[in-house]
Nanobody
Framework: QVQLVESGGGLVQAGGSLRLSCAAS????????MGWYRQAPGKQRELVATITSGGSTNYADSVKGRFTISRDNAINTVYLQMNSLKPGDTAVYYC???????????????WGRGTQVTVSS
């Protein structure tokens, strides 16, 4: 059993900052890419940022220069530092990880349950 648990969401004023965390736990042998996605009401889930096991990052154009993704491989945790938040960043933020479970072959994708981020104007 693998779990991804997000934390750090909340209500913040425009221009403020939040830091999201996502910890993966369970019978994990290794984790490849990890990332953050978000889904606003009435919209499809969209990529925010991803990071490989080697530290290469990718960002959506809408968050470049404002958000920073990082990870701590020793504790299977990925972070998303969000600065200069805008009302348009309001969404449920989901953690995603492609990982290999001990005793199995092939990586699989897993999702957390999400954490709400609300940015007021």
């Amino acid at each position: 059993q693998v779990q991804l648990v997000e934390s750090g969401g909340g209500l913040v004023q425009a221009g403020g900052s939040l830091r999201l965390s996502c910890a993966a736990s369970g019978s994990i042998f290794s984790i490849n890419a990890m990332g953050w996605y978000r889904q606003a009401p009435g919209k499809q889930r969209e990529l925010v940022a991803t990071i490989t096991s080697g530290g290469s990052t990718n960002y959506a154009d809408s968050v470049k220069g404002r958000f920073t993704i990082s990870r701590d491989n020793a504790i299977n945790t990925v972070y998303l530092q969000m600065n200069s938040l805008k009302p348009g960043d309001t969404a449920v933020y989901y953690c995603n990880a492609y990982l290999l479970i001990r005793g199995t072959v092939g990586t699989q994708g897993y999702w957390g349950r999400g954490t709400q981020v609300t940015v007021s104007s």
